[in-house]
C-alpha cells in the first residue's frame, strides 16, 4: 500500500494530523501501538493520574463547534475524562477508520530512488509513502533503571507509564514501594497511601511540588469560558507557554521581603503554575530563584509534622528548572503512619530481591513496587524506531555526532527529506500547553504538504547550515536561563549515557509560532525543496 502521508501514533498529534490531512485531502494511514486513541492519555492509567495543565486550555482548538461541544468537569481532570475526551474528537471526526491500531511501526527507511519512506510494522507488513510524519510524543518510552535482581522480584511490579488497562492493581493490604517523584511518583503516593497497608517511597531528589487545589467547575464558570473562547485562544497562541496568562514583568528581586512573601503566598493559594509564573526572573537569575525555593521549602517544613522527614523533602536544585509538579495532599502524605520516606541518594538501591528491595543500608520487603522513574525524553521515542534517511544514516548517528542533538525548528532533520517531527526536540514542546503546541506543528505541515502540492514539489529537507544555526539559537537561549544546570529529563541526564544537551526551545511559544510562519512565508527558508 502507499499512501500520502503515515502517521505514527494516535494522540493529541496523530488525531489532529490526521483530521488535517484528510480535510486538505491527501491520503493517510495514522499507526497506533494501543488498541485506542489517547497517546500518553491511554497509557499513564496509574492511580491519581490527571492533568497537570488548566482544562479549559488544554484542549484542541481548531474547531470552534468542539469547543462548545464538549465540558470539563473540573480544574484538573482525571485521565479517564482526558482520554474520553480524545475518544469524543476520535468519534465526531471519524478518526478511526484511517487508524490501524495494535500496530508499532519498526522502521521507516527513506528510499531515494523513489522518493518515498518505506515503512515496517510490527508484524513485518511494508507500507510507502511519501510523507513521513511522527506523533510519537515527548514522553512515550518509559525508563525502567536497570536494577539488579527484578527477575528475581515475587511480587507484582508495575511501571506509571504502562499501567494495566483491563484490570485495577489492588493495594489494600499490600505493603508498596514506590521508586521515584516525579510528576507521576507525587500524583501516585497520595492516593496508593490510602489504600496499601504500608508505603515506602524512595526517593533520590526532593522535588518542589505544588498545590493543583483542583475543584469542579461551575456551569456559569463553563457558560462564560465557552463564550470567551474568541479572545482567548489568540491569547494563548501569542503567549510564552500557552496559556492565557501574562508572566509578571516585575523580579523577585525588586520587592521587599514581606511584598514577596505576599505574593507567593497568593500564588500558593490560588495553586497550579501561578508561582512559576509570579516574578519574570525565577528561572534566569540564582538570588530570584532561590527566593521561590526558600518559600516552598517553608510550606514543605511547615505541612510535615516530622522534622527528620521534612529535611529529606527539602529540595535544593533551582525551582522550575526540572519540570514543575502540582500535587493533591502529597507533602501531607509523609504525616500519615503507614507511610515512610527513604533517601536513595544517602543510601542508594543495591538490587531488587526476591522479597523486595535492598538498599545500602536496609532491606525493604514488598509485595508490590512501582517504578515512577519516568522517560527517556524527547529524543527516546523516535530513537526506539530505525529510522534512516538519505544514505541510510540513522537518526540515532545523526543525533549521537557532535555535542548536541540537532534539528531545525524541531520539526525536521536535515537528511531525511519529507520527514517532519510534531513536538520534535529543540521545538518549545513540553514547555508549552502541549495540544497547542501540536496545533501549531501540525498546522504548519499540513500547510507545508500543501504548499508543496500547489507548487508540484516533491521533497522538502531542512540544509545543514540552518539546522546548526537553529541548534545553536536554542543552545544560546537554554544557556542564558537555569535549565541546563538541572540533572532532568529535560537535559538527557536521568538516563545513563544519554548525550546530554537542553533539548526543548525556551524561547517562548508566541515567538516560536511566529518564527515558523516567517519561515514559510520566505518559502520555508532553510529548508531546499524540490
Ligand atoms: O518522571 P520524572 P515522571 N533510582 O523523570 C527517579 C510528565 N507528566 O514520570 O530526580 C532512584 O520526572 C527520579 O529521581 P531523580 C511531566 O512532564 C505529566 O514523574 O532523577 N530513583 C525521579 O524522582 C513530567 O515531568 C503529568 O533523582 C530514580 C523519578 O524517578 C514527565 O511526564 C503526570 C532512578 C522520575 O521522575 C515525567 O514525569 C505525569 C533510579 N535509578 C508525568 N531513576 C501530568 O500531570 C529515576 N528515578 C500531566
Known amino acids: 500500500m502507499s499512501y500520502d502521508a503515515i502517521v505514527i501514533g494516535a494522540g493529541f498529534s496523530g488525531l489532529y494530523m490526521l483530521h488535517r490531512l484528510r480535510e486538505a485531502g491527501f491520503t493517510a494511514r495514522v499507526y497506533e501501538a494501543g488498541d485506542g486513541v489517547g497517546g500518553v492519555w491511554y497509557w499513564n492509567r496509574y492511580p491519581g493520574a490527571r492533568c497537570d495543565s488548566e482544562s479549559i486550555y488544554y484542549n484542541y482548538t481548531f474547531s470552534a463547534e468542539l469547543l462548545q461541544e464538549w465540558t470539563w468537569s473540573s480544574r484538573y481532570p482525571e485521565q479517564p475524562e482526558i482520554l474520553r475526551y480524545l475518544n469524543f474528537v476520535a468519534d465526531k471526526f471519524d478518526l478511526r477508520r484511517d487508524i490501524q491500531f495494535e500496530t508499532r511501526v519498526t522502521a521507516a527507511h527513506y528510499q531515494e530512488a523513489t522518493r518515498k519512506w518505506l515503512i515496517t510494522l510490527d ?201 514543575p509538579i502540582l500535587d493533591t495532599h502529597y507533602y501531607e502524605t509523609y504525616n500519615r503512619e503507614n507511610v515512610t520516606l527513604v533517601d536513595v541518594k544517602k543510601a542508594p538501591i543495591v538490587e531488587i530481591t526476591p522479597k523486595g528491595l535492598r538498599t545500602a543500608d536496609a532491606e525493604y520487603e514488598l509485595d508490590i513496587l512501582v517504578f515512577a522513574t519516568g522517560y527517556d525524553g524527547m529524543t527516546g521515542p523516535l530513537l526506539k524506531i530505525d529510522i534512516r534517511g538519505k544514505d541510510g544514516w540513522t537518526l540515532k548517528e545523526k543525533w549521537s555526532e557532535g555535542s548536541n542533538v540537532q534539528t531545525y525548528l524541531g520539526l525536521a532533520n536535515a537528511g531525511f527529506p519529507n520527514f517532519f517531527m510534531i513536538t520534535g526536540p529543540e521545538s518549545p514542546s513540553v514547555l508549552a500547553n502541549m495540544p497547542l503546541a501540536i496545533e501549531q506543528h501540525v498546522d504548519w505541515i499540513g500547510d507545508c504538504l500543501t504548499y508543496m502540492r500547489q507548487n508540484g514539489l516533491e521533497t522538502i529537507e531542512a540544509t545543514p547550515e540552518a539546522e546548526a544555526a537553529w541548534s545553536r539559537h536554542c543552545k544560546e537561549v537554554a544557556d542564558a536561563t537555569l535549565y541546563p544546570k538541572a540533572d532532568s529529563w529535560y537535559t538527557g541526564a536521568n538516563i545513563a549515557g544519554k548525550p546530554r544537551s537542553f533539548l526543548i526551545y525556551l524561547g517562548g511559544f508566541g515567538s516560536y509560532r511566529q518564527i515558523c510562519s516567517d519561515i514559510a512565508a520566505k518559502g520555508y527558508e532553510g529548508f531546499t525543496l524540490a
Request: with cysteine; glycine share 8%.
Open 123 to 323: 508484524d513485518g507488513t511494508q507500507v510507502s509513502a511519501t510523507y513521513f510524519i511522527s506523533g510519537v510524543g515527548c514522553l512515550s518510552a518509559a525508563n525502567l533503571p536497570p536494577f539488579k535482581g527484578l527477575e528475581q522480584f515475587g511480587g507484582e511490579w508495575y511501571h506509571t507509564g504502562q499501567w494495566p488497562r483491563n484490570e485495577k492493581v489492588d493495594f489494600k493490604g499490600k505493603r508498596v514501594g514506590v521508586i521515584g517523584n516525579g510528576s507521576s511518583g507525587v500524583q501516585s503516593i497520595p492516593v496508593i497511601a490510602q489504600e496499601a497497608e504500608h508505603l515506602t517511597v524512595f526517593q533520590r531528589t526532593p522535588q518542589y511540588t505544588i498545590p493543583a487545589r483542583n475543584h469542579p467547575y461551575s456551569d456559569e464558570f463553563i457558560r462564560q469560558t465557552k463564550e470567551s473562547y474568541p479572545e482567548i485562544i489568540p491569547q494563548m497562541r501569542e503567549s510564552w507557554g500557552g496559556f492565557p496568562i501574562a508572566p509578571s514583568v516585575r523580579s523577585a528581586l525588586e520587592d521587599p521581603q514581606d511584598v514577596r512573601q505576599q505574593v507567593y503566598e497568593e500564588a500558593w493559594a490560588k495553586g497550579g503554575f501561578f508561582l512559576s509564573y509570579a516574578y519574570h526572573d525565577l528561572t534566569m537569575n540564582e538570588a530570584a530563584n532561590e527566593t521561590a525555593a526558600e518559600f516552598i521549602r517553608s510550606k514543605i517544613r511547615e505541612t510535615v509534622h516530622n522534622p527528620e522527614v521534612a529535611e529529606k523533602l527539602l529540595p535544593s536544585y533551582y525551582f522550575g528548572t526540572k519540570r
